[in-house]
């Protein structure tokens, strides 16, 4: 990264930490909320090998915006499905604020159907909440994105590997974040490296 780009990063991370204190006083003081961020400069350095013209990213979950935001200055054609419409929210003001072209949805990154089904009949899903799919409103199916970014609560890993099993492409690059171990770099189902 240019040193442009490093300080237009630097600024997007340092406005998505105030946003995340302030969430997590007026927010998550009072109430259980699925959102906690991922280590953006981490995220930053497991995208970075990933980018390239005309690729396309997707954020599962995105929250706040920070890393579709991230995805979107590294040059990739970056959208973001949240579930919590208050988040969109902030998440499009973000992208205002800071220039981007980042897409945000208000939605499930669940595919339109999707059930999980485990061989070990334990179909729970953690805290992924449902509601109506957002790739419609994105317009783009999950086999049109070349990278997809999740942080998954402990538990949730097998069914985000099994719609990408579903939907997916093989060579679609899946990062997913964890909280002690790096991010994961998953292809076709298997972790090709952590960074
Ligand atoms: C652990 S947070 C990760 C936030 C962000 N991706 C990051 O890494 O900083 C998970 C997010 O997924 C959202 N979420 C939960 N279920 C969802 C679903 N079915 N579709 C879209 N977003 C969902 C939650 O509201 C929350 O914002």
């Known amino acids: 990264m240019d040193e442009a780009l490093t300080a237009r990063m630097k600024a997007l991370c340092d406005e998505g930490w105030e946003v995340w204190d302030r969430f997590a006083l007026e927010v998550r003081q009072h ?12 995220v930053l350095e497991a995208l970075l090998p990933h980018r390239g013209p005309g690729r ?19 040059g990739f054609d970056a959208y973001g499905i949240e579930l919590d419409p208050d988040l969109v929210t902030t998440a499009r003001a973000l992208a205002a604020k800071f220039d981007s072209g980042a897409q945000f949805a208000s939605g499930s990154f669940l595919p339109a159907g999707y059930q999980f089904h485990p061989s070990d009949g334990d179909g729970r899903i953690g805290t992924i909440g449902s509601g109506p799919s957002g790739y419609l409103q994105i317009g783009h199916p999950l086999e049109d994105f070349d990278v997809v970014f999740t942080f998954p609560w402990g538990g949730e890993e097998a069914m985000m590997l099994d719609v990408m099993r579903c ?15 790096g991010v994961k770099v998953y292809q076709a189902g298997q972790v090709v490296a952590t960074v």
């Open 31 to 42: 109430e259980f909320h699925p959102f906690v961020a991922a280590d953006y400069e981490a």
């Open 56 to 74: 396309k990213f997707l954020e599962w979950g995105s929250a706040t915006g920070v890393i579709t935001i991230m995805a979107d200055f590294l």
């Open 167 to 181: 939907y997916g492409r093989p060579d679609t690059i899946l990062l997913m974040n964890t909280v002690n171990s």
